[in-house]
């Protein structure tokens, strides 16, 4: 993921003043939030998780291209 250093928020000013963290993800769509200065946490508008949002036909697509990729490691766990 790459990000935008003029998203960068700290956890002691996210905490002081949360109506800036909320105008600056409705103006740039989202911010990290850094505790100890290592990215935590995202903000991101609630809109944007409805249009990346995989429907289930998706999820168990991937489910078994994960377990035919990792069939070998599979069958030895299950010995």
């Known amino acids: 993921m790459l990000v935008d250093t003029?998203?960068?928020?700290?956890?002691?000013?996210?905490?002081?003043?949360?109506?800036?963290?909320?105008r600056m993800v409705d103006e740039r769509g989202s911010v990290v939030i850094l505790r100890n200065n290592v990215p935590r946490y995202v903000v991101i508008d609630f809109a944007q998780i409805e249009d990346t949002a995989a429907s289930d036909?998706?999820?168990?697509?991937?489910?078994?291209?994960f377990i035919d990729k990792h069939r070998e490691a599979f069958d030895e766990l299950a010995k």
Do not use: P
Not at 57 to 65: C, I, K, P, S, T
């Open 57 to 65: 036909d998706e999820v168990l697509a991937a489910g078994a291209m």
């Open 6 to 22: 003029h998203n960068l928020v700290s956890l002691t000013e996210a905490n002081q003043n949360f109506s800036r963290v909320a």
